[in-house]
């Protein structure tokens, strides 16, 4: 078969029949880049996920509800957990219980910034001076720590020609990021000498070991009171991510800042946190099934040949994988959802694709729209897939690559 433009473009195929990359020219190349802009339709076979705004703004009501009704930094790190940050700037910009967004990466602050949100965005990562600048006159709260930033942030006040709002980032025992709360008083009352910062916050992490949070919050605490002492506002004091909202009320503060929880997940154990707040999972993750095909006994399923079918077995295979951040470990024995019943994932989870045991009947058909994640039944929880998978719930949402199409319900 001639591979000419038209067909190459046109047949998934053209590679297969005894195409080399090498046949390719340069200029075919070229012309097949210039193809007309490809349309996102919701019929299509590869993966998509689609966003609930409603659950995702009851997540915030239960949330805000279980934190005291404190106000809500919304975290959105990661591209918003995997499910795209703008997505969820616009689904819960409005809601009163929320005061603002937070990520780590200056990009990703600036990029918010330009979304249209109209609550404050507040970067908790490392910046040079350039970006402090850049994200300084976005108006985008910063997150200091370390003896170098008065200076910096002096002289990018004294550009801008106004102060620049902070929150101090305190070390309490996690050991990651924000200055060691014993080296953090004298380190405050200088940053309280200069006219050019506005301390509006302070806050800190908690390691999520439920007896060293208690002695952690009790360094915070601390600490607050020896500046007031000396005069020195702290701000608005915040710590609770998810997992202490649920698990240590003491410490909502002035402000919580959950993340993993308002996108429906349990940050550590659903069977203690559903009974406390119920989540409600906010997306789906979709596929439609593009091949079924009928094994025969001894017949093996994929890379490895994990599984051998012991009987004539029907299989189908899903156009997802783990570079689309599907878990290559859903082998273990996770599941999905086609139309009313559960299959479960079999042989290998591949860069692309992931195959399925159907049975001994042929009970779904190419097109079948299958759902990996998601509301529709317990066993596509998040939650229930990090658990029969054996890795973190985090990475059932984190790890979904950014590429995947969103659409909003
Ligand atoms: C990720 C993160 C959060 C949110 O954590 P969840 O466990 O997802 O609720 C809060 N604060 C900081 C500093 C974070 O890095």
Redesign the pocket.
């Known amino acids: 078969m001639k591979i000419t433009r038209r067909n190459f473009i046109g047949t998934g195929s053209a590679l297969a029949v005894g195409t080399t990359l090498a046949t390719l020219s340069n200029r075919s190349i070229a012309k097949v880049k210039s193809v007309t802009k490809h349309q996102i339709t919701k019929d299509r076979f590869d993966p998509w996920i689609e966003l609930i705004p409603e659950s995702m703004r009851y997540n915030v009501r239960i949330l805000h509800g279980l934190a005291a009704k404190r106000p809500i930094m919304v975290?959105v790190?990661n591209n918003g957990y995997g499910l795209g940050q703008d997505n969820i700037a616009k689904i819960l910009g409005n809601m009163p219980e929320v005061a603002g967004f937070a990520a780590?990466k200056t990009e990703a602050c600036l990029s918010l910034h330009e979304s249209a949100v109209s609550k404050p965005v507040l970067h908790?990562g490392m910046a040079t001076d350039q970006d402090f600048y850049d994200l300084a006159a976005n108006n985008i709260q910063l997150s200091i720590y370390g003896n170098k930033i008065r200076w910096v942030l002096d002289s990018i006040s004294k550009k801008l020609g106004r102060s620049i709002a902070v929150h101090q980032y305190i070390d309490t025992g996690m050991s990651r990021m924000g200055i060691p709360y014993q080296k953090a008083l004298p380190w405050m009352m200088d940053i309280a000498e200069s006219e050019y910062i506005d301390v509006i916050g302070s806050f800190m992490?908690f390691t999520e070991d439920e007896e060293y949070d208690r002695e952690q919050l009790r360094r915070f605490t601390e600490l607050n009171n020896l500046a007031n002492a000396k005069g020195i506002n702290m701000g608005k004091l915040h710590a609770a991510?998810?997992?202490a909202i649920y698990h240590f009320t003491d410490a909502a503060l002035d402000m919580v800042?959950?993340?993993?929880?308002i996108y429906g997940a349990y940050?550590a154990n659903p069977d203690t946190e559903k009974p406390l707040g119920e989540l409600k999972v906010t997306y789906r993750l979709k596929a439609r099934i593009v091949r079924v095909e009928q094994l025969r006994v001894g017949d093996t399923v994929s890379y490895g040949r994990n599984y051998t079918a012991e009987k004539p077995t029907w299989i189908a295979t899903l156009p997802i994988g783990h570079s689309d951040g599907y878990p290559r470990n859903a082998v273990k024995g996770v599941k999905v959802f086609v139309g009313n019943k559960l299959y479960p994932v079999i042989g290998a989870v591949s860069a692309s694709h992931s195959i399925l045991e159907i049975g001994e009947e042929p009970t779904v058909k190419i097109g079948d729209v299958v759902t990996l994640v998601g509301p529709d039944h317990e066993e596509i929880h998040p939650n229930y897939i990090s658990k029969v998978a054996g890795i973190s719930v985090y990475d059932i949402l984190m790890h979904l690559s950014s590429k995947l199409p969103k659409i909003i319900i």
Do not use: T
């Open positions: 975290v790190k780590v908790m992490g991510s998810s997992h800042r959950p993340g993993i929880a940050p």
